[in-house]
């Protein structure tokens, strides 16, 4: 899992950066199994998003609540234009 490079392996390589490796494996396995469950009961197939979709989603998501922090403390955020 840890060299996956689908979208659920870069969720678990994220979580192994913020606690230890077994609960990351058991937070990766949770997600998991809703996955299969809706998968199920919706009768609906598994799309993978791919490792750079979501870790586009997931930089889109950092920025959006370090504007709501900067906003939060007085602060006007500024974009300088696309980073690489």
């Known amino acids: ?5 689908s979208a659920l392996g870069a969720f678990y390589r994220r979580l192994c950066t913020r606690m230890d490796k077994p609960s990351a494996n058991t937070a990766t396995a949770h997600k998991l199994a809703r996955m299969v469950y809706f998968m199920l009961t919706r009768g609906k197939d598994f799309v993978d998003q791919g490792q750079q979709q979501y870790e586009e989603q997931q930089r889109q998501r950092s920025v959006a609540a370090l504007k709501r922090r900067a906003t939060a403390l007085g602060f006007v955020i500024t974009p300088t234009g696309a980073t690489a």
């Open 1 to 5: 899992m840890s060299r996956n490079g």
